[in-house]
């Protein structure tokens, strides 16, 4: 890095170049003083009245030194600076010139000077646990230089919130897709938290970010990915402080790639499923909804995840009316809903078409233990998480944006 400061500019120097020039002088005066005795003839006593040839008043005249004085916010030396809005450079009597703020590497901060020339910020953040050098130059009325130089260290935060998501890098994910990112803390800071996370697709798509909460923070687009589309999640949080004290824990980027068109409609009315995999692809399945006392809810849900077999129990769901059950080995389930909702295998039913007999969930037939050749095995080989299952016409509420992965029940005017 060039130095800033030039040799003999300014005040940086100011003083040792007045002591140069008043030792050239007193070396002078000797010398005119030296001469004049050796030429003497005696004593000492020729030197004229008026100092013979010690006039050196015009080389005694004070260095000129600049008005223009810098301030730099924090002070030289300072520790535990607060990575946002903690470094600021002022200049009065003057206009500031050149900034230059690196770290102990040599990157520079990015920042700019005020129109009026008096003052200068970082337009990035600054990252945690770093020494930073400042070189200011200002120039006064008179075009004289004023230099400063100068370092600090930013905080090494005592605490973070751990940041969690629910992708995976590399993976495959439906057209539905919500990337949900929850934190081990309250979140104070939304905007400055939201401003820190981007997800943006390779045909230029961007997932909007929306708060459940303060610690949950769900991205999806105004429609559906397109298939093939490259998403990438990036993460700059580690400069941020979520929470008074608490600053982010990660700065990452996670790739993912959306897969083929698959998007289901359940019919509760007719009971019926229509699955739609584009390009005029549809499918029929008979399947069973929640029944009256335990209505499916309406709305568009997205397939979370898949599980081979699971146990499903009432006593693990709310609000379950009627007959309790606790059934060990369900086959083929795909969950809609956190609050417990699945599409999933059904061996022990025959309502499939005809009437809704469940407890809320969307029963597809099925064999014990799970058939791949089954209406219910042939749906989960061809479905993965991020798929949409749309249910409509439910006696059911509406299910809410933060139950499962939601989110395209929210308008996006309200996202």
Known sequence: MEAVQKAGSGIVG??????????????????????????????????????????????????????????VTPADGAADVAPKDGLQVAVAGGKLTTVAV?????????GEIAADGLSWKPTEQLTVGTTYTVNAQAVDQAGLVAASTSTFTTLTPAKKVATNDNIADNGTYGVGMIVSVNFSKAVKNKDAVLAGITVEGSDGTVAKGHW??????????????????????????????????????????EPFTIGRYQVSTVDAATHMMTVSRGGGDTQSVPITAGNDQNPSWNGTMVISTKEKVTRMNSATVSNVKGDEYDVPDVPHAMRLTTSGTYVHGNYWGSAFGKSNASHGCIGVSDAKGGSDSSAAGKFFNSSIVGDVVKIVNSKGQTVSGDNGLSGWTVPWSKW
Request: hydrophobic fraction near 35%; proline fraction near 4%.
């Open 212 to 253: 459940f909460g303060t610690s949950r923070l769900d991205f999806r687009p105004e429609n559906y990915w397109k298939p093939g589309t490259k998403v990438t999640v990036k993460y700059r949080l580690k400069n941020v402080e979520v929470a008074p004290g608490v600053y982010g824990d990660v700065d990452k980027d």
């Open 102 to 110: 690196t770290d102990k590497n040599g990157k520079a901060v990015a």
């Open 14 to 71: 100011a003083g040792n170049g007045r002591r140069v020039r008043r030792a050239a002088a007193a070396l002078l005066v000797g010398g005119v003083m030296l001469l004049g005795t050796a030429c003497s003839s005696g004593g000492g006593g020729s030197t004229d009245a008026k100092g013979g040839g010690g006039s050196s008043s015009a080389s005694d005249a004070p260095a000129k030194v600049s008005t223009a004085q810098l301030t």
